[in-house]
Nanobody, 127 residues
Framework: QVHLVESGGGLVQPGGSLRVSCAASGRTFSDYAMGWFRQAPGKEREFVAAISWSGGRIYYADSVKGRFTISRDNAENTVFLQMNSLKPEDTAIYYC????????????????????WGQGTQVTVSS
């Protein structure tokens, strides 16, 4: 059974930075793409960023491009999301997810292709 545990959320002022992490266990982490999604109150879950198993392919939602950076450490079974220049509209619960198919490098923005999900970590951007 795969377990994903997010950490690092919190309250930050607009323009500030935050890094959230997701520690994975249960199967070979380096075989699978990882993604970050978020859900704000009253809104649908949306794609934020994804990284292929090797880190060679990275994708971002337009809303975060240039501000957020996804990375992974396969030796530590961890994926990160560095968030800079945060805006109030970035406020949401952030979820990490592990793709269902090993070696996949395309279509990483589709939530339905992710098999395992973490419990989420709250990020609040407010003054």
């Amino acid at each position: 059974q795969v377990h994903l545990v997010e950490s690092g959320g919190g309250l930050v002022q607009p323009g500030g930075s935050l890094r959230v992490s997701c520690a994975a266990s249960g199967r070979t982490f380096s075989d699978y793409a990882m993604g970050w999604f978020r859900q704000a109150p009253g809104k649908e879950r949306e794609f934020v960023a994804a990284i292929s198993w090797s880190g060679g392919r990275i994708y971002y939602a337009d809303s975060v491009k240039g501000r957020f950076t996804i990375s992974r450490d396969n030796a530590e079974n961890t994926v990160f999301l560095q968030m800079n220049s945060l805006k109030p509209e970035d406020t949401a619960i952030y979820y990490c997810a592990q793709h269902g198919s090993p070696g996949t490098q395309a279509n990483l923005g589709s939530a339905e292709l992710y098999e395992y999900w973490g419990q989420g970590t709250q990020v609040t951007v407010s003054s």
